[in-house]
C-alpha cells in the first residue's frame, strides 16, 4: 500500500493518480484511492470533517486499501489523515508499505485549493501530526507529480526488491 497524505492542496491527489498511471504503464495491478473522492462515495455513511469524522473514515480508507491487497492490487492512498496513531497503525497491520508526505508552502496551497466552507480544516481549526517515519517526504510545490510519482514508484519498487 502506498499512503500519500498531506495538508489539504499540497498535491496528493495529482501525485496519486500519476502513481497509480505509471504502475499500470509499467503492467502493475493499482487501484487509487482518492480521499475526496472515498468521502463524496461514503457520504451517505454521515462522514464529516471534524476529528472524529476524520479518523473514522482514515480508518475505512486503510481497510479498503487492506482489501485491494489482499487481492494483489497495489492500492495508492490519497488522503490528508494527518493522525500519528493511524499511520503507526498502517505500518503494524501492512507488511508492504510505503508512506509519502507531500508538504509545500501555505500560499501554493491556496492557491490549489482554496479554502472550502465544509467544516473546519486540518491545518487551519484542527491539529494534525506531521508523520513521524514517513519514508519519502517531498516538496510538491517545487516537484511536479510525475516527477513525485516517478520517485514514489522508484522507492515502492527498492522495497519490493529489498
Known amino acids: 500500500m502506498i499512503w500519500i497524505t498531506g495538508l489539504p492542496g499540497a498535491g496528493k491527489s495529482s501525485a496519486a493518480a500519476a502513481t497509480v498511471a505509471l504502475l499500470?504503464?509499467?503492467g502493475e495491478a493499482a487501484l487509487l484511492l482518492d480521499g475526496d473522492r472515498l468521502r463524496a462515495a461514503l457520504a451517505?455513511?454521515?462522514?464529516?470533517?471534524?476529528?472524529?469524522?476524520r479518523r473514522r473514515l482514515a480508518s475505512v480508507y486503510a481497510n479498503l486499501a487492506g482489501e485491494a491487497c489482499v487481492q494483489?492490487?497495489?492500492?495508492?492512498?490519497?488522503?490528508v489523515s494527518l493522525f500519528a496513531d493511524v499511520h503507526a497503525n498502517n505500518r503494524q497491520r501492512f507488511?508492504?508499505?510505503l508512506e509519502v508526505l507531500l508538504v509545500c508552502d501555505e500560499a501554493e496551497r491556496a492557491r490549489r485549493r482554496p479554502r472550502a466552507s465544509a467544516?473546519?480544516?486540518v491545518g487551519h481549526e484542527l491539529a494534525f501530526d506531521w508523520p513521524l517515519a514517513a519514508d519519502l517526504r517531498l516538496d510538491s510545490g517545487a516537484v511536479p507529480a510525475a516527477q513525485i510519482a516517478t520517485r514514489i514508484v522508484a522507492q515502492w519498487r527498492a522495497g519490493r526488491d529489498a
Open 24 to 26: 499500470r504503464h509499467a
Open 44 to 53: 451517505p455513511l454521515g462522514g464529516g470533517y471534524d476529528e472524529a469524522s
Open 72 to 79: 494483489g492490487l497495489t492500492a495508492v492512498v490519497a488522503t
Open 95 to 97: 507488511a508492504r508499505y
Open 119 to 121: 467544516g473546519p480544516e
